[in-house]
């Protein structure tokens, strides 16, 4: 049972390299969530899709974007990374709106030098 | 603005009984979230309250009280592997989710 399985796991990019993080979920939820954690901030969303085929912007989303081709799969790509963009991203997913338990992916940790 | 509010860090004893206390003020309410995080893992659900008054789930029980914004998480005799960051998270009337910045609990012998 994988649930929610993000990559990479971590990584350290150049500034100004473009980047794609994957996330594949395997629980046929219809949302699904791109969060970043930093140190002494709680989680931050980025963007989110409610349902395959439609996005929405969070409350970070600029430097980053998203597509929903399929209920699975919601990568997230920064265009052109900046040190800012340092993080630990989190993908999630959930079988309804926010009243609904979400499940992480196991996170990804980015570098940006 | 909305916010939630809880401690940074706090220390308790194995065996012993902590509460772990969350504040929120959010443009209307739609429930309040308890996730656990251990070091360099992903966020798991602990619980859902929506209504007032306390749900028990075996050594951990949560909280609500919507009319003073308030919520806890208590758990009782700790365990060693208890040992992490617990995140607050209110639903506002637009359905989204705000999250505290965690609370780290240091679990001591």
């Known amino acids: 049972i994988a649930g929610i399985t993000q990559a990479p796991t971590s990584q350290i990019l150049a500034a100004g390299r473009r980047m794609t993080l994957r996330c594949t979920q395997d629980m046929r939820h219809n949302a699904m969530y791109w969060y970043r954690q930093d140190l002494g901030l709680g989680l931050r969303l980025i963007h989110y899709s409610n349902t395959a085929g439609t996005t929405g912007k969070g409350e970070v989303p600029d430097g980053y974007s998203v597509s929903r081709a399929n209920t699975d799969d919601f990568p997230l790509t920064l265009a052109s990374a900046v040190p800012s963009q340092t993080s630990v991203y989190f993908c999630?997913?959930?079988?309804?709106?926010?009243?609904?338990?979400?499940?992480f992916g196991e996170g990804s940790r980015l570098t940006v030098l | 603005g909305q916010n939630i509010d809880q401690p940074t860090e706090m220390t308790a004893t194995e065996g012993a009984i902590v509460q772990i206390n969350c504040t929120y003020q959010?443009?209307?309410?739609?429930?309040l979230f308890w996730y656990q995080q251990h070091a360099g893992e992903a966020p798991t659900f602990l619980s859902y309250n929506v209504l007032d008054g306390l749900e028990e789930k075996g050594r951990f029980s949560s909280f609500l009280s919507r009319s003073k914004g308030y919520s806890y998480l208590l758990l009782k005799e700790l365990q060693m592997k208890d040992s992490a960051s617990y995140l607050c998270?209110?639903?506002?009337?637009?359905?989204?989710?705000?999250w505290g910045a965690g609370t780290k609990l240091i679990i001591k012998p």
């Open positions: 999630a997913s959930s079988d309804r709106d926010n009243t609904g338990e979400l499940f």
């Open positions: 959010t443009s209307g309410f739609n429930g």
């Open positions: 998270a209110g639903v506002d009337s637009n359905y989204q989710l705000i």
